[in-house]
C-alpha cells in the first residue's frame, strides 16, 4: 500500500522559512521522480518542484526558484522542500507526489502571514 505522509507546514511570518517532509512507503523510492505541488481554493494544483531518483535534476516553478530548494534522501525514502523567503502568495496546501505509482499525501498547510 502506497502512502505519502507530509508535515512540516503551518503558520510563518513573510520573510520566514518552513522545512517540508515527506515519507514515503509502499513504493520503490530510489526510482520514482517525486514533485512537491500547491494548491490554493483559488488556483489550480500548481507544481512546485521535482528531483528526479538520483537528484541529478531539479526543476522549480519560476514563482519560487531561488527561495525554495527540493532535496531527497533515498535511504530513509524521505523527500524535502526547504522553503525560505516566504511570501503571502506561498500560502497554499502542500501536497507531495510519486509518479510511479502515481500516488498523492494529504497534504500540509502553510499559511505565510503579512
Known amino acids: 500500500q502506497v502512502r505519502l505522509v507530509e508535515s512540516g507546514g503551518g503558520l510563518v511570518q513573510a520573510g520566514g522559512s518552513l522545512r517540508l517532509s515527506c515519507a514515503a512507503s509502499g513504493i520503490i523510492f530510489g526510482i520514482n521522480t517525486m514533485v512537491w505541488y500547491r494548491q490554493t481554493p483559488e488556483k489550480q494544483r500548481e507544481l512546485v518542484a521535482s528531483?528526479?531518483?538520483?537528484?541529478?535534476?531539479?526543476t522549480y516553478a519560476d514563482s519560487v526558484r531561488g527561495r525554495f530548494t527540493i532535496s531527497r534522501d533515498n535511504a530513509n525514502n524521505m523527500v524535502y522542500l526547504q522553503m525560505n523567503s516566504l511570501k503571502p502568495e506561498d500560502t497554499a496546501v502542500y501536497y507531495c507526489?510519486?509518479?510511479?505509482?502515481?500516488?498523492w499525501g494529504q497534504g500540509t498547510q502553510v499559511t505565510v502571514s503579512s
Open positions: 507526489h510519486a509518479r510511479d505509482p502515481s500516488s
Open positions: 528531483i528526479s531518483p538520483r537528484s541529478s535534476t531539479r
